[in-house]
């Protein structure tokens, strides 16, 4: 074989294995640079799509928050207006019970300050005076004990819209200055009035009885 055939050879095995070769080279080149590119952008679509679930689920905790958040507060003021409804109507009753007592004879009928068991004023459906005055002179809290109550109150009667003065102009938790009533310089949470009428000195006299928390 001549010089020149063999050189052809070698020049045709070159070009045969393009491993060897620089369009190879360039060729594998470009073939990675695309591959960089695809695996560059199916990174950021895969990082685009974490930061929208992330955002979503951010959006959603917030909201879920702000529904609890709204349901406690709701669930706390209804609590609070029951509670409140419950010790009203504990004051009510309390002073319904009070005023049934006042205008009844008492436990017992004919009792004294070292008899008594329960508080009457009235004998025979009429205001006994004597009774009146052993109840004025008790000290407050014995009366709280025998009116069975823990509630503050004031009773006084009145006629014609003006109070009676019955040994007194009344008793209770605050004092009647020239037997007016003031019921604004009362400090409470619930406030119950119960009014009962009875016969004193042949006229029907209203006794009027304030029970306060």
Known sequence: MSLNKKQQTIRNQRFLCPKNSKVFVKSRIFELSKSFHFLRHKTFSFEVSINRKSQIWITDFIIGLMIFSIGIILASRFIINAMSNDEFSNVR??????????????????????TVVRIGLTTNKRLNTTKVSL???MTYEDTKLYLSTDYDYLLFFQQNNSIVNITKCGYGGISLTNCTVNISSLDYENLVKASRFTIYNNSIIEMVLYVWQ
Do not use: C, D
């Open 93 to 114: 009753i309390s002073a319904e019970t009070m005023s049934g007592y006042l205008v009844s004879e008492g436990v017992p009928s004919n009792w004294t300050n070292e």
């Open 135 to 137: 109840f004025y002179n």
